[in-house]
């Protein structure tokens, strides 16, 4: 089983979530998060496309993981919600994808 990890950071800023890195890639694995008005209470929509073999896809973000859903071929995605006593800061979003190992 090979994985693969990608990490994207978010920063919330006062009352807003400002996202420095709305669309990271490596290899074969890339992350895209959609929001509207990101902010505490609100809802991340994160869009990770990896290797069409991908047996799991795993996003975590806010020190806890997030469950997500195959919504193609090579698509998942996960619904991340920013708590609303989230403090501002700098936090990490990271997608892991395993995938079979290469025979």
């Known amino acids: ?3 693969q990890t990608i990490r994207a950071g978010l920063a919330i800023v006062s009352s807003s979530v ?3 890195a709305t669309i990271a890639s490596a290899q074969s694995l890339s992350v895209a998060v959609r929001s509207g008005a990101a902010r505490q209470g609100e809802l991340l929509v994160v869009i990770v496309t990896s290797a069409a073999d991908a047996e799991r896809v795993s996003v975590s973000a806010f020190e806890r993981d997030w469950p997500t859903e195959r919504i193609g071929t090579a698509t998942w995605r996960a619904l991340v919600g920013i708590d609303m006593d989230q403090r501002p800061g ?3 979003l990271a997608a892991t994808t395993d995938q079979p190992a290469a025979r």
Do not use: A
Request: hydrophobic share 35%.
């Open 1 to 3: 089983m090979n994985t």
């Open 90 to 92: 700098r936090y990490t």
């Open 18 to 20: 400002v996202l420095s």
